[in-house]
């Protein structure tokens, strides 16, 4: 799947989260992430998070920031 793909889709998660607090918002979208994600999608997001993250919302990054990486990276 396309970086610009797996961006477009982290940030439509945290559209969906936006409307709540930070504290709750932030811990959601990596939940969602984690559990819906397959590990090399996780992977791919993380590393291109990890690379400065550019056109992911504020939101999202911080997220994907808490995420560990998947075992089979």
């Given amino acids: 799947m396309s970086p ?6 982290a940030n439509q998660i ?6 709540q607090k ?3 918002a932030v811990p ?8 819906f994600w397959d590990p090399r999608m996780r992977a791919r ?8 993250g550019d056109g992911l919302d504020p939101l999202v990054k911080q997220a994907i920031s808490n995420l560990k ?3 089979s990276a």
Wanted: charged share 25%; no cysteine; net charge neutral.
């Fill in 22 to 24: 930070e504290s709750e």
């Fill in 45 to 52: 997001i993380i590393a291109h998070n990890t690379s400065g």
């Fill in 14 to 19: 945290g559209k969906f989260f936006a409307a």
């Fill in 28 to 35: 959601g979208i990596k939940t969602h992430i984690e559990k």
């Fill in 69 to 71: 990486p998947p075992p």
């Fill in 4 to 9: 610009d793909r797996l961006i477009y889709m």
